[in-house]
């Protein structure tokens, strides 16, 4: 099987059962948000893993708008994301710049809470999430983001919990697209 044949169909179900394998676990878990989960999912298995980046960067990149000048993301969950959406632009020829939102300012220096070629202010900038459950760690890229004068309607999460996170979104003006809710993984998880 060569990861970059599938169709799109076949690789969101590829991707889907990697991430039932590599990602998910059941048992007793806190999660960033302070809440407690019987229900884990940690995607850096996956996203760390040349044909799992390979396709995750794939599905993204159908959903960022060419009017989109970046992607950007808190470090370090949405890294490999961004890196990855940029190569495989780069390799389609769409000009797309990455960026990595610190979460804390830089502590020398320029004191700088973004890293990576900064576009013009006014850019549209889709942000790039691993897991979703409250949207506290997108919506602090979000505001870095705005800060600096750039416009960010979009994110897109690998994974949403579906606690929280679309209405969080939503009072900021921002569109939440997932490519799978935490449903569709445990139900993966059971069938195999």
């Keep these: 099987m060569n990861p970059l044949n599938l169709s799109l169909v076949d690789t969101k179900e590829k991707l889907l059962t990697l991430l039932a394998q590599k990602a998910y676990k059941f048992g007793d878990f806190s999660l960033a948000s302070g809440k407690k989960s019987s229900h ?60 990595i939102v610190r979460k804390e300012a830089k502590g020398h220096g320029t004191g700088a809470w973004l890293e990576g070629p900064l576009p013009p202010k006014g850019s549209v900038i889709t942000v790039l999430e691993d897991v979703v459950t409250t949207g506290g760690s997108s919506l602090k890229a979000v505001e870095k983001l705005r800060d600096k004068g750039y416009i960010v309607n979009q994110v897109l999460a690998i994974v949403d919990r579906e606690e929280g996170g679309v209405d969080a979104m939503s009072k900021a003006d921002l569109d939440l697209n997932s490519l799978f809710y935490l449903k569709e993984v445990v139900e993966r998880f059971k069938s195999l």
């Design 40 to 99: 884990y999912v940690n995607c850096k298995p996956v996203s760390l893993s040349g044909t799992g980046l390979l396709w995750i960067s794939s599905l993204f990149l159908k959903q960022i708008s060419k009017s989109d000048g970046a992607v950007a993301g808190l470090t370090l969950g949405a890294d490999p994301l961004v890196s990855g959406v940029v190569m495989l632009a780069a390799q389609s020829s769409i000009d797309l710049s990455g960026l």
